[in-house]
């Protein structure tokens, strides 16, 4: 017996030598140094038409190139066109004529036209995309590409960024900066030399890690070079690394069904001063303000009291495991009973809950939402089909203020928020910030829209000497 | 036919309910593409698993069924998962399909070694009365007839059920490609994924007749 498990130890040891070779190369100039990563879940295969959600968005920004970028500010900045005017109903643009796909094609206006035709005809197409471009239809020759539409050009210019262009007729190649390969169980994205952003970075290799504690251990053995740590208070970062923390503009948003009562959510607002202990929410949430976010140019408002009294018993339904923000509605929980409400906590399976709540089945509903860097983002919650507008609000006089808002400093911003507050249908709750570990000899720019989204995004990145 | 109707039924509920799988998605994204990559491991880890514990459990018989191997079992995957990750030498890189295997085996070898010996006939005091000769003759006839129910009954559940490991090790395998389709409401998929396992049912079932038979 002993000599029979000592064999199948030996078998089994002998497989071990082929772990993956992430910290060989530890000691490599920086020139060679690959940076390690991980992806949460499967970003699927990459589809530049009918891939959605966070981690293909990545792999997009990596193998693509948008239109039009946005810089770490917020800015739109030049990427696959090289410049752009503002004409009335869309915009005009001449994109560079060095800008090669994957297979060494030059990229063209009717790669554009096909690749906004493809997002408008395939009814499988990416719906984060298909909202961003509205109505919106490309057309052109050579390096000239003119957008017509009903969004306003400065709205146009600022949701491209969500749109990277894929070859015609070949929806998995892009332009940009990496060039994604499938290495065993890991995505490698291999630095592209003659890109136009001339990335620095031999590469990123994207491990799938969807594990909280293995993403941890990874992060402290040094297998990792960036990554989020679980939102635990007093962890702190390995040596070697250091922690970084970037404002997003995703907000845990609370929406109010049919069952909640006009008194519920302005009675939340007075809650969510001083519910949550600062040590409890840690580095990835702070306590929300307002209506709509600060950071898109809203000033801070409240619901307007109503005079209906909050119901004494309120279910709040959530996806379940998320620990951090159970945490936090716990907090919300505790804070409600001192005003006399019981609020039950409710965590859902996220699939059961998003359907729940559309149909409105749920009393309130928490959920992450990640708004774009323009305030025209914030029109899912009132527009009738909007994102956001899960509960079907309306209201004749926000409709007719909607053909107003071409531009973002308009007044009619603040009488639409005006609006929103005396009947809201959602209120945010806590401000999401990026907590990440990053070692400290990568060099990367921090914005709003994380460190991959923004241009150059990874392609600018660079190991410190 | 008509015994295998109930089985059957029982697939073909799981089916209807792969089709009609409740939920939406915030964000619509993409299935994964089948990790046909992990077939070969998936294979290797099976057949290394059945192996060992036949083998095992035909030098050392119903005794299995008690001891340490209790104990081994009762620990869940993630715990030999993460014991193995955090033993594992930050020096190595990060763990790859050995160490995903080993895990595998420490959470899997002991509940079934003791679920094939305790199914074993008791050897006491016959025929371990009559000598090592006629026990181990007793217990390689019981083997034969067991084998195949418990193949047939239990290796499907490993197939899957690998998904604490994959998940831990950073290791996408075929249960975690299960469980992003049950996620991402990929009901195409899953209804593959079911249609397989009905088809490795029906194939296993000749097994157990055999098995059956005098």
């Known amino acids: 017996m002993p000599r029979a498990l000592l064999s199948l130890g030996l078998a089994a040891a002998s497989l071990l030598p082929c772990a993956p070779r992430a910290l060989a190369q530890a000691p490599d100039p920086p020139a060679a140094r690959w940076v390690e990563e991980a992806f949460q879940s499967d970003p699927g295969p990459l589809d530049f038409v009918r891939g959605d959600g966070e981690e293909q968005f990545i792999a997009q920004a990596l193998t693509g190139d948008a239109l039009v970028g946005l810089s770490p500010e917020g800015r739109p900045v030049p990427r696959l066109a090289a410049s752009w005017r503002e004409v009335n109903g869309g915009l005009d643009l001449v994109l560079r004529a060095d800008a090669r796909f994957a297979d060494g094609s030059p990229v063209s206006a009717a790669d554009v036209a096909w690749t906004f035709r493809a997002i408008e005809g395939d009814p499988q197409a990416s719906a984060t995309k298909r909202a961003a471009l509205g109505d919106t239809a490309a057309r052109g020759e050579g390096l000239r590409v003119e957008l017509r539409g009903s969004r306003p050009p400065e709205r146009l210019l600022r949701e491209l960024w969500r749109v990277p262009i894929a070859k015609a007729g070949q929806p998995g190649m892009g332009s940009g900066p990496f060039l994604l390969q499938r290495d065993g169980a890991a995505w490698t994205f291999t630095a592209r030399p003659g890109h136009f952003l001339h990335p620095a970075l031999p590469g990123l290799r994207f491990r799938l890690l969807p594990d909280e504690a293995a993403r941890l251990v990874a992060l402290q053995k040094g297998w990792l070079t960036l990554g989020a740590p679980p939102p635990r208070p007093g962890l702190a970062p390995p040596p070697g690394m250091v922690p970084l923390v970037q404002p997003t503009l995703a907000q845990v948003l609370l929406f109010a069904g049919p069952g909640a009562g006009p008194g519920a959510l302005p009675a939340f607002a007075r809650w969510r001063r001083d519910a949550f202990p600062p040590r409890l929410l840690g580095e990835l949430y702070s306590p929300a303000a307002g209506l709509w976010p600060a950071a898109l140019g809203f000033r801070a408002r409240e619901p307007d009291a109503t005079g209906a009294p909050c119901p004494r018993v309120l279910e709040l339904a959530y996806t379940a495991g998320d620990g951090a923000l159970e945490r936090a509605l716990q907090a919300l929980a505790a804070r409600a009973a001192r005003d006399g409400v019981t609020l039950r906590l409710r965590p859902l399976e996220a699939g059961l809950f998003l359907e729940k709540l559309l149909k409105g089945q749920l009393a309130l509903g928490a959920i992450t939402n990640v708004f774009d860097p323009h305030p025209w983002s914030v029109l899912g919650f009132v527009e009738r089909n909007g994102d956001l507008n899960v509960t079907g609000w309306r209201d004749p006089a926000a409709e007719a203020l909607l053909p107003r808002l071409a531009d973002p400093a308009s007044p009619a911003w603040d009488t639409l928020q005006a609006l929103w507050a005396r009947h809201p249908a959602a209120l945010p709750i806590l401000d999401v910030h990026s907590h990440l570990w990053i070692d400290r000899r990568l060099q990367v720019q921090p914005s709003a829209l994380g460190l991959y989204l923004p241009t150059p995004g990874a392609a600018g990145w660079r190991w410190r000497e | ?214």
């Open chain 2, 1 to 214: 036919m008509i015994r295998r109707a109930p089985g059957l039924a029982v697939w073909a509920a799981a089916l209807v309910a792969a089709g009609c799988l409740p939920g939406r998605l915030w964000r619509e994204a993409r299935p994964p593409a089948f990790p046909s990559r992990a077939l070969a491991p998936t294979a290797l880890a099976l057949l290394l698993l059945a192996g060992a514990t036949l083998l095992l459990v035909r030098l050392r018989g119903p005794r299995l069924a008690g001891g340490i191997l209790a104990v081994l079992e009762a620990p869940p995957d993630l715990v030999w998962a993460l014991l193995l990750l955090a033993l594992w030498p930050a020096g190595a890189g990060p763990p790859g399909g050995g160490a995903g295997l080993l895990a595998f085996l420490l959470a899997a070898l002991p509940g079934e070694l003791r679920w094939l010996a305790s199914t074993l006939p008791p050897e006491r005091p016959f025929p371990e009365a009559w000598g090592p000769g006629a026990v181990r003759a007793a217990r390689g006839r019981a083997l034969r007839r067991l084998a195949p129910w418990w193949l047939a009954a239990r290796l499907p559940v490993w197939l899957t059920a690998s998904l604490v490991i994959e998940r831990a090790l950073g290791l996408p395998g075929l249960g975690s490609d299960w469980m992003a389709r049950v996620a991402l409401r990929d009901h195409r998929g899953l209804a593959a994924w079911i249609g397989a396992l009905a088809l490795l049912w029906l194939l296993a079932r000749p097994l157990e007749g055999r098995a059956a038979s005098p």
